[in-house]
């Protein structure tokens, strides 16, 4: 019995930290209908008329996941499964270092990477799957297996786009330096109690900014993906790294990784080599200055009647894309020097660093966006696939024969031909099984 | 014996976590002024709604490991009201209000959300330092209390307006999100109305928006017909 109390002494006051998080729920959401509203589910009618479903106007709505579901439109599932991602602690799974290829490591348990979790739902123990491959299964259950009930296909529309929307939650996790590093935090206000409370303060600020209308820019990255560039992200995990063990790719980790400092790797460039600390960037800011920029800006300004003065050492950095290269900006308050700075410079100590709102607001302007343009791409990928049919040589797709008058023909065509081409940009068809639907019917539809 | 101290020992422990958190909750009142932005002068008919949102933990198969609640976050209060002619509104005090276990206010203490058509909508939470303590009070206050809150007329055409108002959608999916019996947009109808006259006025214009429509408020079999309950504000 000793035992069991050491062990769950030893669970509950040190091994265990508590679940992370990532970007509130609320912030994922708003992200994931951004995302949702930017890719060519909207933008393409095409898309849901080819899945037989009607357009976005008529608001139709699906069942999500819950035990008792709630009737979704097709944005409200994409909100509900960036939502849903975060549940109990699913969030664990949602770290991905591209330098190591590894997620985060936990008193002992190593939880999977994020693009190992999303894409194919590997660790998940979940009942219900919402990987990448579970959404595609869900597409075909919905469109092409034909055993299925109209009922049951569209349980099956509503999976899939609930589906997609815990995938992107992970794009959108990636957009976040902390999950990026392997780098744990705990929100949960219970995490007090055991003395871990450590809450993402770049996270809280981010959703106190989306909550203030116009505060959070979303748009101005256009979705990764797309006809124009059918190649960069040709597989799932691209989104995440084009490279291995790097983060010099494409990838929304990659640039995050190299891009930004985070609280506990605020230009620890022993632990990360990028961003490089460069000592001319280090610039003193007046604040007054900080706080009419942000006032001139469209984030919340700085609290009136503080009257706040002095000067801030602000650090600059250049934050390459690699994948949109004049998209390339200079973060011009990347991280603050400490008020204990000096001090510790006089001890012989090294230079530590901290990040205030002001460095929050700055990374928000060039992280949301990315977390938008690389969610839609996504999504845009994955709806990427069109076929074309067209009349064989013969010129006729099928022959029914009506030869013998006054005779009802019950059996219809029993064979039909056709040309098919794979019409998707960029990829070849290759061997598979081609499911044909076929509607028809004289005055009602038929199946 | 041993048994016996074993469990007094897990009775002590388990309950740790639950003095994390507020076991009830209570408002101070909130009185605020709302102008034009441009003109200073006093917007009458501002829909205003406050609610206040509990975040919610779970215990996990782990010991001492807490997940987010798979339900979400549950509303402890909502409250809606309107801009008099002079601009002013104003919410009572309310609480002490119990919550449930390992549930607390985070910032959204409340959050507030504005609306009249023809202007720009506004949402605000409350901004807390990295040291606040979420533990420290019950009783909460609004950061905007006391103050004169200025929006803006929309400029712009029918589309790009419709693009603005997507801030109110999601602002106000909590209402529509809920889960059963899911009856919290019964307690804005005067909002809901606000924003369905508006939707109506996109769908003419065959423009598609997320904004939340009255034939699609969730169980309405449970909570009453919402055609029936805002019909007094769609007058």
């Given amino acids: ?447 | 014996m041993k048994s016996f101290n074993f469990r007094i020992l897990l009775l002590v422990l388990l309950p740790l976590p639950l003095q994390a958190c507020a076991t009830t909750y209570s408002a101070a009142p909130i009185e605020a002024s709302v102008v034009d932005a441009q003109t200073g002068e006093p917007v009458a008919g501002v829909n205003v709604v406050a609610h206040w949102e509990l975040d919610r933990a779970v215990p996990t198969p782990i010991p001492g490991y807490f997940g987010r609640d798979p339900r979400g976050p549950a509303q402890l209060q909502i409250m809606e009201t309107v801009t008099d002619q002079n601009g002013h509104f104003s919410f009572p005090a309310w609480g002490p209000l119990p919550v449930p276990p390992l549930a607390y206010l985070n910032s959204s203490d409340p959050a507030i959300v504005m609306f009249k058509p023809g202007y720009s909508p506004f949402g605000t939470t409350n901004y807390y330092p990295s040291t606040f303590n979420f533990t420290a009070s019950s009783t909460r206050t609004s950061q905007i209390n006391g103050t004169t809150i200025k929006i803006k007329k929309f400029e712009g055409d029918l589309k790009a307006y419709a693009e603005e108002l997507w801030f109110l959608g999601s602002s106000l999916d909590f209402a529509r999100s809920s889960k059963p019996p899911g009856c919290e947009w019964t307690r804005i109808p005067r909002m809901l109305a606000a924003v369905n006259k508006q939707e109506r006025i996109f769908e003419d214009a065959k423009i598609y928006t997320s904004l939340p429509s009255i034939e699609r408020l969730p169980f309405q079999d449970q909570c009453g017909s919402a055609q029936e309950l805002l019909k007094e504000y769609l007058k």
């Fill in chain 1, 1 to 447: 019995m000793r035992t069991y109390v050491m062990i769950f002494l030893a669970g509950s006051l040190l091994g265990n930290t508590g679940p992370t998080l990532a970007y509130d729920p609320v912030t994922h959401q708003d992200m994931s209908e951004k995302a949702f509203n930017a890719s060519a589910l909207v933008t393409d009618p095409t898309i849901l008329e080819n899945l037989g479903l009607p357009p976005l106007a008529r608001k139709q709505t699906f069942s999500n996941s819950e035990p008792f579901p709630s009737q979704r439109e097709i944005f409200g599932l994409f909100r509900d499964g960036a939502d849903f991602e975060d549940a109990n602690t699913r969030a664990m799974n949602h770290f991905f270092n591209p330098l190591t290829g590894k997620g985060l490591t936990v008193g002992g348990n190593t939880y999977s990477a994020s693009p190992d979790w999303a894409i194919d739902g590997k660790g998940d123990p979940s009942t219900v799957q919402f990987s990448f491959k579970a959404a595609r299964q869900y597409l075909w259950e919905a469109v092409a297996n034909g055993s299925n009930s109209y009922a049951y296909r569209q349980k099956q529309f509503g999976l899939m786009f609930e589906t997609l929307g815990h995938v992107i939650h992970h794009l959108q996790d990636m957009a976040q330096p902390q999950h990026v590093r392997d780098e744990m935090h705990c929100d949960l206000l219970p995490c007090e109690i055991v003395g871990l409370y450590n809450p993402s303060l770049y996270e809280s600020f981010t959703k106190d900014e989306g909550q203030a209308a116009g505060h959070l820019t979303y748009g101005g990255y256009d979705p990764v993906y797309s006809s124009a560039d059918p190649a960069t992200f040709n597989t799932p995990r691209n989104f995440w790294t084009t490279t291995t063990n790097a983060n010099t790719g494409k990838g929304i980790a990659e640039y995050t990784n190299r891009g930004f400092v985070s609280k506990m790797t605020n230009f620890d460039n022993a632990v990360f080599s990028s961003p490089q600390l460069d000592p001319a960037n280090i610039i003193p800011t007046d604040i007054g200055s900080l706080c009419a920029w942000e006032a001139a800006s469209a984030h919340t300004p700085c609290p009136p009647g503080l009257n706040l003065s002095g000067t801030m050492l602000m650090i600059a950095n250049t934050v390459t894309d690699n994948y949109r290269e004049s998209q390339k900006a200079v973060n011009p308050f990347a991280s603050t020097a400490s008020i204990y700075d000096e001090d510790l410079k006089d001890a012989g100590k090294g230079a530590i660093f901290s990040l205030n709102r002001f460095n929050f607001n700055t990374a928000q302007d060039l992280l949301i966006p990315r977390a938008v343009g690389y969610s839609a791409g996504l999504i845009n990928y994955f709806f990427r696939g069109k076929m074309q049919i067209s009349l064989p040589d013969e010129g006729v797709y099928g022959i029914v024969d009506h030869s013998v008058e006054k005779t009802i023909d019950v059996s219809g065509f029993r064979t039909i031909k056709l040309k098919l081409a794979n019409m998707t940009p960029g990829e070849a068809m290759g061997a598979g099984e081609l499911v044909a639907v076929a509607k028809f019917g004289l005055g009602r539809a038929c199946a």
